[in-house]
């Protein structure tokens, strides 16, 4: 969508801080011993007292009110009563949700208590990645670009980049144009971010996989090759200069 009115920036503004408050909660409300179930009924509850609807399960019928992936989940975990959370995993939550018919997407991932397993370097990675990625946006921006600066970050880290999973334009409903965001440079992707639209951009940086196919479930996604992916999203409103951070709570950065 593109923000022409002063009502459509606070709608986006309200859902933006529905989803970002709710996944900074269950970040902190995870500890070692909690079953993916259970830390996505307390992520259904917030989201329920703050008026907003889960868009997965409005979109798609997705069994969960958020998206939990575990380690070598790459993205749309299933939240099982069978997958239970250990000290020094890889966890990723996704929350998205429907608030006075405004849409918005926020994502991150982060290691349960201490870093036993040494998945610390991929989180910060994915997380400095995006924030570079997020001051280059500006309204007239070739969206390949961005996906180019992207996987330039994460080879130069080390990494790669899952190239099926991109970022999309949000606001009146969940996945709107442009739909894809890539994290790669794809030379035949021409668009341009337009100024005032709105879109939530995500990257996805691995440590071997460069695409993710669907597990047993039907909804989790893994790595091609294995090994262990982050992600990190935002919704946000594109400008003529730096971009207004939908999800960043209190307009900092996580």
């Known amino acids: 969508m593109s923000i022409t009115k002063e009502y ?8 933006s801080r529905a989803v970002a408050t709710t996944l900074r909660a269950m970040r902190e409300h995870a500890k070692p011993g909690m079953t993916a179930r259970e830390l996505d009924e307390f992520g259904g509850e917030m989201l329920n007292s703050l008026g907003a609807r889960s868009a997965p399960k409005l979109t798609y019928g997705f069994p969960g009110w958020t998206c939990i992936s575990i380690n070598n989940e790459v993205a ?8 239970v959370l250990r000290e020094g995993d890889l966890i990723n939550i996704d929350v998205s949700a429907e608030l006075n018919g405004f849409w918005s997407d926020n994502g991150g991932s982060f290691v349960l208590g201490r870093d036993i397993h040494g998945h610390g370097k991929l989180v910060d990675a994915s997380k400095r990645i995006l924030n570079k990625a997020l001051g280059q946006i500006r309204g007239g921006v070739r969206i390949a670009d961005i996906g180019r600066l992207i996987e330039t970050e994460a080879k130069r880290s080390g990494y790669k980049v899952i190239k099926n999973l991109t970022g999309h334009g949000i606001g009146r409903s969940l996945h709107e144009e442009p739909h894809e965001i890539a994290n790669y440079y794809d030379r035949h992707n021409t668009t341009r971010f337009r100024k005032n639209s709105v879109v939530a951009v995500e990257t996805f940086i691995s440590t071997l996989s460069s695409t993710a196919a669907a597990d047993r479930d039907g909804w989790t996604l893994v790595g091609s090759r294995g090994g262990y992916v982050a992600q990190h999203e935002h919704t946000i409103v594109v400008t003529d200069g730096k971009p207004v951070i939908l999800t960043a709570m209190n307009g900092i950065f996580d």
């Open 8 to 15: 459509e920036l606070t709608g986006m503004q309200e859902a």
């Open 76 to 83: 749309h975990g299933v939240p099982s009563e069978h997958k």
